[in-house]
């Protein structure tokens, strides 16, 4: 009976995962952003960032609500240029020396998977 409770809960867990991930990955491919950062909160697990918009060069923001970007926000830094583009599942960190590459496409299985692309690192 015990062991009969703990596999429910694990298969609903993992549904309601699923579920969560696919909402994220919704709300994710409408966000659109391309900063030069001035401003980053590194004590968070949301990113958050401020900054100028490099094409219209007016203040700007980013908020990932999703909290599937949080892996790039130790690699960012001020100066660093910060692109989303709408309908990908990507985030762009352009370093003066690297790029970085935050893909979150199929998140819930990357993140718990040692070999995944969920961040790609590209020496200039």
């Known amino acids: 009976m015990k062991y009969t409770f ?56 980013y908020k990932d609500y999703t909290r599937q970007f949080h892996g790039v926000i130790k690699y960012t830094n001020k100066g660093d240029t910060v692109i989303k583009k709408e309908g990908e599942l990507k985030l762009y960190v352009y370093k003066k020396d690297s790029i970085i590459i935050c893909n979150v496409e199929n998140f819930c299985k990357k993140i718990n998977d040692p070999i995944s692309d969920y961040l790609t690192f590209i020496k200039r």
């Open 6 to 61: 703990l596999l429910l809960l694990l298969i609903f867990s993992c549904t309601d995962m699923d579920k969560i991930c696919k909402e994220g990955e919704k709300k994710i491919r409408k966000d659109y952003c391309n900063i030069i950062v001035s401003n980053i909160k590194k004590q968070t697990s949301i990113l958050e960032i401020e900054g100028v918009n490099s094409i219209t060069n007016q203040s700007s923001n």
